[in-house]
Nanobody, 114 residues
Framework: VQLQASGGGYVQPGESLRLSCAAS????????LGWYRQAPGKQREIVAT???????NSAESVKGRFTISRDNAKNSMYLQMNSLKPEDTAVYYC?????????WGQGTLVTVSS
């Protein structure tokens, strides 16, 4: 499975961004797609995950601000990020996992600064 993340950019605090992750290849069910992020000097951390049947989980730090979704017909996943804060600045990665393997996509940089 190959993953292509896009949608990162430079925004001011309080603004919004929508990240996309396009998957290609053979995907098995059940599976999980997820967004992770890594800020400078910090470890990679989970942001949100979504299963192929639509069950979601998200980190406490983004609840109420970020929404994860997926379109199985398009093999795509999205992360709507609202009310962005400077501490959301990081490289965001998408991850695909099934019972056989896990695959990372390349990151997309999100910078939140005034």
């Amino acid at each position: 499975v190959q993953l292509q993340a896009s949608g990162g950019g430079y925004v001011q605090p309080g603004e919004s961004l929508r990240l996309s992750c396009a998957a290609s290849g053979i995907m098995f069910s059940p599976n999980v797609l997820g967004w992770y992020r890594q800020a400078p000097g910090k470890q990679r951390e989970i942001v949100a995950t979504i299963t192929n049947d639509g069950s979601t989980n998200s980190a406490e730090s983004v609840k109420g601000r970020f929404t994860i979704s997926r379109d199985n017909a398009k093999n795509s996943m999205y992360l709507q990020m609202n009310s962005l804060k400077p501490e959301d600045t990081a490289v965001y990665y998408c991850l695909y996992s099934d019972y056989r393997n896990s695959y990372w996509g390349q990151g997309t940089l999100v910078t939140v600064s005034s």
